[in-house]
């Protein structure tokens, strides 16, 4: 268990619809970050949150978002879905935003677009 | 540009040792992790490399030349319960987010 929580587990949901993924870092980290990771593609990261900022993007996509709470909890927000949004989507967390901080994984939520 | 390369699949037999290797390309470079990902489940941290050389911890050792662009992960007596995909992540110099390759999956057999 690495302490980094994320609810709900599954979510099946239809095209065109808008779900919110919930991630909770480990106590004491401040940075958090989203990945997907889809069967043909592997791991991809989406976006950086540090202590409330965005830090970082990668290859997300302008019908999802995300924020982080001054609880230091995250959300990622995912909008007009298709079906290519099925995928496992992943947070992780780390102590600071440096660049030898070693992220922790969340188990995941499972997206399921019919 | 940024490219991984990793073998997809590998077998080998429980006791056993096995490398996975990895060669890296990274717009710059700021170390390189080792996760463990079971089928549906999160990544764990395995191992960390940002200067040359080899880090043992425990079963498992990584070793990483900076130069070459290239690191390994190295289990020893192998267990059934290593089967699993082996994410080798190097860190660009730019972010601090890590870019995985696809992961190798391995197999042990009894």
């Known amino acids: 268990d690495s302490g980094v929580t994320q609810t709900p587990k599954h979510l099946i949901t239809a095209t065109g619809q808008r779900v919110t993924l919930r991630c909770s870092p480990r106590?004491?980290?401040?940075?958090v970050y989203w990945y997907q990771q889809s069967l043909d593609q592997g791991l991809q990261f989406l976006i950086q949150?540090?202590?409330?900022?965005?830090?970082a993007k990668g290859n997300i996509l302008e019908r999802f978002s995300a924020q982080q709470f001054p609880d230091l909890h995250s959300e990622l927000n995912l909008s007009s879905l298709e079906l290519g949004d099925s995928a496992l989507y992943f947070c992780?967390?780390?102590?600071?935003?440096?660049?030898?901080?070693?992220?922790?994984f969340g188990p995941g939520t499972r997206l399921t677009v019919l | 540009g940024q490219n991984i390369d990793q073998p997809t699949e590998m077998t080998a037999t429980e006791g056993a040792i096995v490398q996975i290797n990895c060669t890296y390309q990274t717009s710059g470079f700021n170390g390189l992790f080792w996760y463990q990902q079971h089928a549906g489940e999160a990544p764990t941290f395995l191992s960390y490399?940002?200067?040359?050389g080899l880090e043992e911890k425990g079963r498992f050792s990584s070793f990483l030349s900076r130069s070459k662009g290239y690191s390994y992960l190295l289990l020893k007596e192998l267990q059934m319960k290593d089967s699993a995909s082996y994410l080798c992540?190097?860190?660009?110099?730019?972010?601090?987010?890590?870019?995985f390759g696809k992961g190798t999956t391995l197999s042990v057999s009894s």
């Open positions: 992540a190097p860190r660009n110099q730019a972010g601090t987010a890590l870019i």
């Open positions: 106590s004491g980290d401040l940075s």
């Open positions: 992780a967390s780390s102590l600071g935003g440096g660049r030898t901080d070693t992220q922790y």
């Open positions: 490399n940002v200067l040359d």
């Open positions: 949150y540090y202590n409330g900022e965005e830090r």
